[in-house]
């Protein structure tokens, strides 16, 4: 595995019965594979530091966060990542139909991958604050209306 001061290799597989989605597949699959490492990261180390004060609703909260960066690091990291070289071989599906399987390494630079992940935390962290405000928003309009509500059967 490549690793070094400025650089990271991704590696990923794909399967296709033409060879132009196949690369394609390819690099998804490599960008995929990163962005889920970097949500995972960032869980075991939130889990690990902070586990005994989470809830169960903490940790799904916590998933439901992870689900959205991992979108928004596949998306930030795609224009970053450089094609290193690629394989394939032809092979069949599991029904006999002719496809190709592709396997292919990429590389990363580091710091316009942290850059990448930066950008996309600082999204969703906006993007909570705006659907907890927006939460507070509906709460309130509801409890008004539950008030409202119950000063009419008070009335009667």
């Known amino acids: 595995k490549l690793t070094g001061e400025n650089a990271e290799e991704l590696a990923g597989f794909a399967v296709s019965t033409q ?5 394609a597949k390819l690099l998804q699959d490599a960008i ?5 490492m970097q949500g995972t990261n ?3 180390r939130t889990v690990t530091e902070h586990g005994s004060e989470l809830s169960e609703e ?15 690091v596949q ?7 450089k094609p290193s070289f690629m394989i394939y071989r032809p092979s069949k599906t599991a029904n006999g139909k002719p496809c190709y399987e592709f396997e292919g390494y ?20 906006n993007e909570q604050a705006a659907m907890q405000k927006l939460s ?3 709460a309130k309009w509801i409890q008004e209306a539950v008030d409202a509500e119950e000063a009419q059967y008070i009335e009667e």
Do not use: P, W
């Open 42 to 44: 960032i869980k075991g």
């Open 75 to 81: 998306t930030a990291i795609k224009g970053e990542v």
């Open 58 to 72: 903490d940790i799904i909260e916590i998933d439901h966060f992870l689900q959205g960066f991992d979108a928004k």
């Open 19 to 23: 060879k132009n989605i196949g690369s």
């Open 136 to 138: 507070d928003k509906t």
């Open 106 to 125: 990429f590389i990363v630079n580091t710091a316009a991958a942290h850059k990448a992940r930066m950008e996309a935390m600082q999204v969703m962290m």
């Open 32 to 36: 995929e594979k990163y962005a889920s």
